[in-house]
């Protein structure tokens, strides 16, 4: 006589080590705020560097609106900050900017000017924040610690 198939005890085995991989693995694989986080972080130095090279290789002030929900590149103008003038992103986008990812919020300081030798304008030290993580723009070199 042969038989085919599984026991019981193998079943129950299976569906108990399922259980255990539900509760251990699923919680983690779902929660994605630690990689938003770090993926936008990394975003946004990449961000503020890009900006500073832009204000040094077009010798022209450029500046970096952050907002609550999201962090853009502008040119400033003979009065400030231009809004209505954003940098191109990469790739084509019309502008440069990152939007925060759910349940995180940008801070810091609001605005920062870089100049054209890469320089923050005025010459103080600036930080910006995105969750846990924070970055100082160092003011003499615009450099993004």
């Known amino acids: 006589m042969i038989r085919r198939g599984f026991t019981l005890v193998e079943l129950m085995m299976v569906m108990v080590l399922i259980g255990v991989l539900a509760t251990v693995a699923a919680p983690r694989l779902l929660e994605r705020n630690a990689l938003d986080e770090h993926a936008a972080a990394e975003t946004l130095r990449s961000l ?31 009065l400030g900050c231009d809004p209505a003038r954003p940098l191109a992103g990469a790739g084509g986008q019309p502008e440069l900017r990152i939007a925060a990812p759910t349940g995180l919020a940008f801070g810091g300081d609001a605005v920062l000017r870089f100049g054209t030798r890469g320089q923050l304008v005025p010459a103080l030290d600036r930080r910006v924040t995105l969750g846990t993580r924070q970055w100082l723009v160092e003011r003499r070199t615009g450099v993004v610690l």
Do not use: F, I, K, N
């Open 48 to 78: 503020l560097r890009a900006s500073r090279a832009v204000a040094v290789a077009q010798e022209r002030d450029v500046c970096v609106l952050v907002a609550a929900t999201t962090v853009r590149a502008v040119y400033a103008g003979p």
